[in-house]
C-alpha cells in the first residue's frame, strides 16, 4: 500500500487548504467496474468525469482529499486532477472490496485531521453542500460517525472521527465499514439532506440510463 510518488510530490508543497475544515476525504476509485464495463470514474455527467466532479466538491470541505486507485489505476490516475491538496494512494488489494481502499487509505490521513469523510466514485450527484453539511454534523452534534440520508434513507457520503479508524482498520473486510457503524447505533448522526444525489448509485448502464446519462462509451456492459 503506497502513496503515488509523483502526487506525493506535488503535496509536499505549501498547497492551499480549506479553512475551518479539519477533516481530509477519502475517495473510493479502485473497484473494478466490472457490471458497468467501464471504469466508472472516468464517466461524465456533462463534460466532466466523475472523478472532477467529486475532488471539486469534495474540495469545498476538506483540507485534502485521498484518492484511492487499483483496477484500472493507471487510466484512473491520469483522469485526477492537478491539485497538491490531493494524494493518490494505490491499492494492490482492491479485489477484497471497499473496505481494503479505506485501509489503504487510513495511514495516509494527515496526523492533524479530525477525522475523513468517505465517499464512493459511482455517487458523483452528491452535492458539494451535501459533504459541508456531514462535516458541520460533527462540530454540531459531536457524534463520531456521520451519514448522508434522503427522505428517510441512508446514503452516501459517511464521516468517521479519528477515534474509529482503529475499529475500521480491524473490520472484516467480508462485513465492510457497515460493521463498524452497527456495532454502536448510539455514535451515529444521520444529516438529512434535501439531496437525491447520496442515493443515486451508478453501477450499471441501465443506472446510468435511469439517471438521464448515457450509457458507457463504446456501448460497454452487459444488458
Known sequence: MGSDPVVAERRAGSGPSAAGAPFEAI??????????????????????????ILAAAMLQSVARLIVVVGAHGDAVRGAIPADPRILVVENPDFLK?????????LPQVGAEAAGALIHLADHPM???ETFA?????YWRVGKPIAIARHQGRRGHPVLFAREMFVELAAAPEDQGARAVVAA??????????DDPGVLTDLDTPED???????????????R
Open 27 to 52: 475517495l473510493l476509485a479502485a473497484g473494478e467496474s466490472r457490471r458497468m464495463g467501464y471504469p466508472k470514474p472516468l464517466l461524465k455527467l456533462g463534460s466532466r468525469t466523475f472523478i472532477e
Open 97 to 105: 472490496g471497499q473496505l481494503s481502499s479505506i485501509k489503504a487509505a
Open 126 to 128: 452528491v452535492r458539494g
Open 133 to 137: 453539511a456531514v462535516v458541520d454534523s
Open 184 to 193: 454502536d447505533p448510539s455514535r451515529v448522526a444521520y444529516v438529512d439532506v
Open 208 to 222: 446510468l440510463e435511469r439517471a438521464g446519462l448515457a450509457r458507457p462509451p463504446g456501448g460497454a456492459g452487459a
